[in-house]
């Protein structure tokens, strides 16, 4: 049984409207000091890049219509395999400007395809 690509749409949805409420108030400095909110906020990108990878296989089509879907999925790789090397400003920055994009996009494209 094949999956429905708005379920991966959905899933990269959640976690990223999570990853905001769990940011929400805090500056950097606050991020920075509370490894509960990093790890969370790391968990959910991988969940988001995981997402986009599968997307991708499942179907490329609606992936390249998400601009930002590689650069999830090679940010998820680097926190995974790169876990000893995490820059948290660059997690924060990618929180701050590149996830309200993919989060728009997202929400774009599960409003053109319309519920299941």
Known sequence: MERDPRAYLWEVKQA????????????????????????AVERKFEIIGE?????????????????????????????????RRIDHAEVWAVVQTDLPKLLAAVTALLDQLGPP
């Open 16 to 39: 990223a409207a999570a990853i905001g409420e769990f940011t929400a108030g805090l500056n950097f400095i606050d991020y920075e000091g509370s490894e509960l909110v990093r790890s």
């Open 51 to 83: 997402a986009l990878s599968q997307l991708s296989k499942f179907d490329p089509a609606m992936a390249n219509r998400l601009s930002e879907a590689r650069r999830a999925v090679d940010f998820r790789n680097q926190l995974i395999h790169g876990y």
